[in-house]
């Protein structure tokens, strides 16, 4: 059964960091194929993406614009790892953080909590 696990929310200070990581296991097909992102859901708001990687089938990385510049999304092919660098947070990135992964199929985690707040 497939699994996307997230860890490394937490509470931090309005300027910090954070380090979040998805370990996946289970995939239908290998970690490589999947084109990988990361999203978050804040109360009351859609769920949004907030940067993404391509694939063995290319894609690159997106980033969308409120976490340019402060966010870097990274994935180890070795380990079936994807991770988000979380700089200069602010109180507005508050809200939970989902895994996906997609190629042929896709998969979510179950998310993870990040609180901005002094």
């Known amino acids: 059964q497939a699994q996307l696990v997230e860890s490394g929310g937490g509470l931090v200070q309005p300027g910090g960091s954070l380090k979040l990581s998805c370990a996946t296991s289970?995939?239908?097909?290998?970690?490589?194929?999947?084109?990988m992102a990361w999203y978050r859901q804040a109360p009351g708001k859609e769920r949004e993406v907030v940067a993404s990687?391509?694939?063995?089938?290319?894609?690159?990385?997106y980033y969308a614009d409120p976490v340019k510049g402060r966010f870097t999304i990274s994935r180890d092919n070795y380990k079936n790892t994807l991770t988000l660098q979380m700089n200069s947070l602010k109180p507005e990135d508050t809200a939970i953080y989902y895994c996906?992964?997609?190629?042929?199929?896709?998969?979510w985690g179950h998310g993870t909590q990040v609180t901005v707040s002094s």
């Open positions: 289970g995939l239908r097909f290998r970690f490589s194929l999947y084109a």
């Open positions: 990687v391509g694939g063995d089938g290319g894609g690159g990385t």
């Open positions: 996906y992964g997609h190629w042929i199929d896709s998969y």
